[in-house]
């Protein structure tokens, strides 16, 4: 049995691992009662977020630190960091926080209602917020108020004034910018102005995209971003065994485990995944410019579970239309992939498929080509004879390689950076791990279909080349790069 002593030092210890609890759950009853006294199971210890957290997990103000970046493995205890530091600021009366999320769905669902949230943290009843969904906002009974925000509505936080904000997954954040060429992040570190020390903390699985780069240098040249870092394992004893075998069985020596598990920043791809980082080209595009692609298709990977453990890939392409494909450039709109039901993610395609008013939608032939055609049809009727599938005799390996060789030629372009499908593309290993992710195989339909081997249905009978006064479309790395799409042409 652990001694009071014992315990004592490691508590001191700056490199401890295990919470308070944990090393008090170590002593036997008589010594429990002897250091935290005789009322030590009341309630009110329940509530106590210093006793029940690991030292990593515990956000200390500083007026050195505007921004404090927690980019750890998934099952860290991340959102329950978030969570916990946004009800102890909310205690003071009048409190403004922004709680920001990649979708209004996901803060929403994650940062308030997941398991992990606000609302359902261990606390008294008296202290706990009332969500208004007419608002999008929390209302806590001492007059404290959280707005929920998303990367979708870049201005949504323009206007507002907060002490405090938490952003959670910003990795993930499609950069959505408004008409002042400012993202959510950008305009709630604007915003996060109120009080003697305004603070931002950010949850996020590291990914390699721009914002959070930029983040971990200004840790180091600025000193206003503390940085912390942890792994899957330092949770170990609130996780499943069983998930820990699982995820460290399927990701362990692959780059997913170092990004995903160990919350590493990975610099550069991995030796072998198809994709190098230089060769994924952004190029800005308007809505209004994007419409005139030539061809616009809805690529689809499902997921036939009523239980899905995978995601259903949804990546809408549009490409140029010359006769030879090979002088093609295509141009990746839009990455609206989602863990859902056959039921919902069918609706989710028949909607994109609308939004984008697309010319046909492509899935892969021999995996759930009937399921997916069965489900849109009840759906939608009219997608009668749109609905095209690309043959897949090989392995996704050797099918995706192609594609892969048609980004080094720079003829894919994406409009905006996409950080999940990307995140996949430069860290998936084919030899290592043969099962391709899903955003990448619907990926791989769409350019497939309209770049390697376009469907009868979908080809157009006679191409017209336009003159040499061909309007031009953006292409290139960046988003100031702009040169004519080489050799854009329209049917009659």
Not at 166 to 195: C, H, I, K, M, Q
Not at 282 to 288: G, L
Request: hydrophobic share 40%; charged share 25%; proline share 6%.
């Amino acid at each position: 049995m652990t001694t009071l002593e014992e315990v004592a030092l490691r508590f001191q210890d700056p490199n401890r691992l295990e919470s308070m609890a944990e090393l008090v759950a170590m002593l036997s009853e008589e010594d429990q009662t002897e250091l935290l006294g005789e009322n030590w199971k009341s309630e009110g210890l329940l509530y106590d977020w210093n006793f029940w957290a690991r030292r990593k997990q515990l956000v200390k103000d500083t007026p050195y630190y505007n921004v404090h970046l927690f980019l750890t493995g998934r099952g860290f205890g991340k959102t329950r960091s978030g969570a916990e530091w946004v009800r102890e600021k909310a205690k003071v009366p009048g409190t403004r926080i922004a709680l920001v999320g990649r979708t209004a769905a996901e803060v929403r669902d994650v940062s308030v209602f997941g398991e992990s949230g606000i609302m359902n943290l261990p606390q008294p009843a008296s202290e706990k917020p009332v969500y208004k969904p007419s608002e999008s906002a929390l209302y806590w009974p001492n007059g404290s108020y959280a707005k929920l925000l998303s990367a979708e509505k870049p201005d949504a936080a323009r206007g507002s004034q907060f002490h405090y904000a938490w952003v959670d997954e910003l990795a993930s954040y499609t950069p959505f910018v408004g008409p002042d060429g400012l993202t959510t992040f950008d305009n709630v570190r604007l915003a996060t102005r109120l009080g003697e020390h305004p603070i931002i903390i950010v949850t996020t699985t590291p990914k390699r995209v721009k914002i959070i780069r930029d983040l971990i240098t200004e840790s180091k040249e600025k000193g206003t971003v503390k940085l912390i870092r942890g792994s899957t394992d330092e949770n170990r004893s609130n996780l499943s065994s069983v998930y820990l075998d699982v995820v460290h069985g399927s990701f362990d020596g692959t780059a997913v485990a170092k990004q995903e598990l160990d919350g590493e920043m990975l610099d550069e791809a991995p030796e072998g995944a198809l994709w190098a980082e230089e060769n994924i080209l952004h190029a800005a595009m308007s809505r209004e410019e994007a419409m005139r692609l030539p061809y616009r298709v809805v690529a689809v990977d499902p997921t036939v579970a009523k239980d899905p453990r995978d995601e259903c890939g949804i990546v809408v392409v549009g490409s140029t239309s010359e006769v030879g494909m090979h002088k093609r450039t295509a141009y990746v709109l839009a990455d609206e992939s989602l863990k859902a039901t056959p039921e919902v993610w069918a609706q989710k395609v028949v909607d994109t498929f609308n939004e984008w008013k697309c010319h046909g939608i492509i899935v892969e032939k021999n995996q759930g080509h009937h399921l997916l055609t069965m489900a849109l049809l009840n759906i939608d009727p009219t997608l009668e004879g749109r609905i095209f599938p690309v043959n897949a005799g090989q392995s996704k390996a050797l099918r995706a390689e192609p594609v892969a060789q048609i980004y080094e030629q720079h003829r894919v372009n994406h409009i905006l950076a996409f950080p999940l499908l990307e995140t996949q593309m430069t860290t998936w290993e084919p030899e290592i791990t043969p099962k391709s992710p899903d955003r990448v195989d619907a990926l791989v339909h769409g350019i497939t279909g309209l770049l390697l081997d376009m469907p009868k249905g979908l080809r157009r009978k006679k191409m017209v080349a336009k003159s040499s006064a061909a309007r031009r479309l953006p292409t290139g790395r960046g988003t100031g790069m702009v040169r004519p799409a080489p050799g854009l042409t329209r049917g009659r």
